[in-house]
């Protein structure tokens, strides 16, 4: 009979710039660093961005505010016997996004839903594949938001070019997250008729533009 397994001996913590009340000296950086390689930082931020970026929908949001909770974890510091690199850093997003000074059972709760969302979609954190398939589908996000932003201003471009103001308080409207033509007819102060008339004009933009990305010259819009 084999002898039982000795527990894994406790990691000296971090203990943060404001707790200490000073910069860290050479050896406390020096250590600092050395559990940050141990633990798998690189993995651990990228996980970190991911749910920034769910939180923010904005890939410049999420590193926004992934680089202040690097900040934070800085200043509050680190135990890793009681918590893991990628937890920590999951709660400290969670914390720079909420404008919160304080761990709480919501962070906590979302950085478990997070995370069990992302295992049981097969994606195991822990492996550098799945490292290098958070960074390509990051990429792919990236490339979707930039084509979706450059229709959008394409598309405000013609309306602005035709005078079509109709159109150009929907696009804002809908980009608030406001898709009620009755809400947009009133707050706007426009017979909401104006609106359902300028729904066809809209689609035969759209459909002019998606020509013309296909390579054929779209027709122009008749008014």
């Not at 749910?51 to 992934?66: H, I, W």
């Not at 960074?135 to 005078?163: H, M, P, S, T, Y």
Request: proline share 3%.
């Amino acid at each position: 009979m084999s002898a039982p397994s000795q527990p894994a001996e406790p990691e000296a913590p971090v203990i943060g710039t404001d707790r200490l009340g000073r910069p860290f000296t050479n050896e406390e950086r020096k250590h600092f660093a050395q559990l940050l390689r141990k633990h798998d930082f690189e993995g651990a931020s990228l996980v970190a961005l991911l749910f920034a970026r769910k939180l923010t929908r904005s890939n410049e949001a999420a590193r926004d505010v992934l680089g202040r909770a690097n900040l934070r974890l800085v200043r509050w510091g680190w135990d890793p016997n009681e918590v893991s690199l990628k937890k920590r850093l999951c709660r400290l997003v969670w914390s720079e996004w909420t404008h919160e000074k304080e761990e709480s059972a919501r962070a906590r709760l979302a950085e478990e839903v997070f995370l069990a969302e992302m295992n049981m979609s097969g994606q195991d954190t822990a492996t550098s594949r799945s490292v290098e398939d958070h960074a390509e589908r990051l990429q792919r996000e990236r490339d979707e938001d930039a084509r979706a932003q450059a229709n959008i201003e394409k598309l405000r471009a013609v309306f602005a070019k035709k005078g079509d103001g109709v159109n150009l308080i929907w696009l804002d409207y809908t980009l608030r997250g406001e898709t009620d033509l009755q809400t947009m007819a009133r707050e706007s102060g426009r017979d909401v008729k104006e609106f359902y008339r300028a729904a066809d004009r809209r689609k035969r933009t759209v459909e002019s533009l998606a020509a013309e990305a296909n390579g054929v010259k779209g027709d122009e819009e008749k008014e």
